[in-house]
């Protein structure tokens, strides 16, 4: 199974900050790895796929970059709609599909 | 516009059995994979499985091995729907329980359209 890691598990930060999340995989994935965010109550949404493309309707100040096994999501200016959970997930396999444990964002 | 409606609760014994649905929209059902996944309290996201359709009579089905043996992945392409079933339910089976497509083709595997999940109560 390929393991993926995230840190930190929280991060505070300030409206405006630039933020930066790191995902690890315990094996190399090309590219093949998704962003999420979750806020609390609701269902996750899709924010980045194929490690650096945005998906459609997403904000601009999302980005990510990486390949192999390190990867990173960064919100270039965090806005007070972006504290939520963000999670990573490989699909470098179609028969083993993993996520990361989280980043919880809040507010400092 | 693309919809994934499940139910919103269900709550049931240890032992017990059930099947809750995924039931798709505004999209071509059997071109794209449905995928589960669960969130139990206060914790983070886990693959439970997917399922593929396709234009032919069988599907593609395939399990992480945390949940092999332990839920049964169905669909019912008439009607669109999949379904997530359990034969005996354990306390530890309490979460939400999401659906969630996924494009088919060597660039998919990601969940590109969440249902809004299904909270699955067990509890004597």
């Known amino acids: 199974d390929i393991q993926m890691t995230q840190s930190p598990s929280t991060l505070s930060a300030s409206v405006g900050d630039r933020v930066t999340i790191a995902c690890r995989a315990s094996?190399?994935?090309?590219?093949?790895l998704a962003w999420y965010q979750q806020k609390p109550g609701k269902a996750p949404k899709l924010l980045i796929y194929k490690a650096s493309s945005l998906e459609s309707g997403v904000p601009s100040r999302f980005s990510g970059s990486g390949s192999g096994t390190e990867f990173t999501l960064t919100i270039s200016s965090l806005q007070p709609d972006d504290f939520a959970t963000y999670y990573c997930q490989q699909y470098n396999s179609y028969s083993l599909l993993s996520f990361g444990g989280g980043t919880k964002v809040e507010v400092k | 516009e693309v919809q994934l409606v499940q139910p919103g609760a269900e709550v049931k014994k240890p032992g017990e059995s059930l099947t809750f649905s995924c039931k798709g929209s505004g999209y071509s059902f059997t071109n794209y994979w449905i995928g589960w996944v669960r969130q139990m309290p206060g914790k983070g996201l886990e693959w439970v499985g997917m399922?593929?359709?396709?234009?032919?009579?069988?599907?593609?089905?395939r399990y992480s091995p945390s949940f092999q043996g332990q839920v049964t992945i169905s669909a019912d392409k008439s009607i669109n729907t999949a379904y997530l079933h359990w034969s005996s339910l354990k306390a530890s089976d309490t979460a939400i329980y999401y659906c969630?497509?996924?494009?088919?083709?060597?660039?998919?595997?990601?969940?590109?359209?969440w249902g809004q999940g299904t909270l699955v109560t067990v509890s004597s």
């Open positions: 399922l593929y359709l396709g234009d032919s009579d069988t599907s593609d089905i």
């Open positions: 969630a497509r996924l494009p088919a083709g060597d660039d998919g595997g990601y969940f590109d359209w």
């Open positions: 094996q190399s994935i090309n590219s093949w």
